[in-house]
């Protein structure tokens, strides 16, 4: 099993930043890749970033140049550093965490809001 805890999100007004941390704990060394996705209200969850074991990164189209992922494997701790925020970037925003023998763990989620 993998736990894992969301923090950093908040209210801030559009143009400003938020940098999210998701720690995970119990069997970390079966993680592979972990990524932050969101949910906003009446959507659907979509994907807003990931990253490999090795480093290798992929964002949504909707966040590219404005959202960095990183992680750091002695902490087993994700990050997602969000500048420019807009406000249709206001949603729920879950850290996720898929092991070798692709199971996939969720926290609980953190909300971000962005104000015009």
């Known amino acids: 099993q993998v736990q894992l805890v969301e923090s950093g999100g908040g209210l801030v007004q559009a143009g400003g930043s938020l940098r999210l941390s998701c720690a995970a704990s119990?069997?970390?060394?079966?993680?592979?890749?972990m990524g932050w996705s969101r949910q906003a209200p009446r959507k659907q969850r979509e994907l807003v970033a990931a990253?490999?074991?090795?480093?290798?990164?992929n964002y949504a189209d909707s966040v590219k140049g404005r959202f960095t992922i990183s992680r750091d494997d002695a902490k087993n701790t994700v990050y997602l550093q969000m500048n420019s925020l807009k406000p249709e970037d206001t949603a729920v925003y879950y850290c996720?965490?898929?092991?070798?023998?692709?199971?996939?763990?969720w926290g609980q989620g953190t909300q971000v809001t962005i104000s015009s």
């Open positions: 996720n965490a898929e092991t070798y023998n692709r199971q996939r763990y």
């Open positions: 990253i490999s074991s090795g480093g290798s990164t």
């Open positions: 119990g069997k970390t060394f079966s993680i592979n890749a």
